[in-house]
């Protein structure tokens, strides 16, 4: 199974400004399929990006997501009171369908 | 609107088995992907099992030959029969949808439940 990695464990930052989170698989991720989430705390995660790149419906464009192969990024451009959450990335092309351990971001 | 309900968790002894369901509505059930997520409190997502629309079962390693996954398109309904239940399947389980863009479906989910908890302990 691939193994993703998630750094940094928690990342503190500010309103307005920049996050940048990373995920890191243990092989290459087929088609680039991967996928963000967000969870806040008590709720299901929600969909941000899947395919490394693409904004999952009504998914603000402070979002976006990058990378390929076994290096991808999720950017928030300027960060909302909301944004505050902890963000998971998910490998959606090879099963078993593996999440990262997850990254905390906090004020 | 979407909508999935998780039902079926309780309090199982080790070794113990359970059937968890998901009563799906608001989109065409049979067309989609689902999958099951777990949680344990505290802790991170893991990714449990899933079913493709035509059929195809997968499943998570730590799950693998104790936990099986079905649907019954006539009742919209995703289901989760697990056996040799163990503390550390001890979780809370939700259920997700896939989801499909132009010409493709991708087992990424854009849809999610809110869980039912699963206990496992004597």
């Known amino acids: 199974e691939i193994v993703l990695t998630q750094s940094p464990g928690t990342l503190s930052l500010s309103p307005g400004e920049r996050a940048t989170l990373s995920c890191r698989a243990s092989q290459s991720v087929s088609y680039n399929y991967l996928a963000w989430y967000q969870q806040k705390r008590g709720q299901a995660p929600r969909l941000l990006i899947y395919?490394?790149?693409s904004r999952a419906t009504g998914i603000p464009d402070r979002f976006s997501g990058s990378g390929s192969g076994t290096d991808f990024t999720l950017t928030i451009s300027r960060l909302e009171p909301e944004d505050f959450a902890v963000y998971y990335c998910q490998q959606h092309g090879n099963s078993p369908y593996t999440f990262g351990q997850g990254t905390k971001l906090e004020i | 609107e979407v909508q999935l309900l998780e039902s079926g968790g309780g309090l199982v002894q080790p070794g113990g088995s359970l059937r968890l369901s998901c009563a799906a509505s608001g989109f065409t059930f049979s067309d989609y992907a689902m999958s099951w997520v777990r949680q344990a409190r505290g802790k991170g997502l893991e990714w449990v099992s899933g079913?493709?629309?035509?059929?195809?079962?997968l499943y998570g390693d730590s799950v693998k030959g104790r936990f099986t996954v079905s649907r019954d398109n006539s009742k919209n309904t995703l289901y989760l029969q697990m056996d040799g239940l163990r503390a550390d399947d001890t979780a809370l389980y939700y259920c997700?949808?896939?989801?499909?863009?132009?010409?493709?479906?991708?087992?990424?989910?854009?849809?999610w439940g809110q869980g039912t908890l699963l206990t496992v302990s004597s």
């Open positions: 395919g490394a790149s």
């Open positions: 997700a949808k896939g989801f499909c863009g132009s010409d493709i479906c991708y087992w990424a989910t854009d849809h």
């Open positions: 079913i493709g629309a035509g059929g195809e079962r």
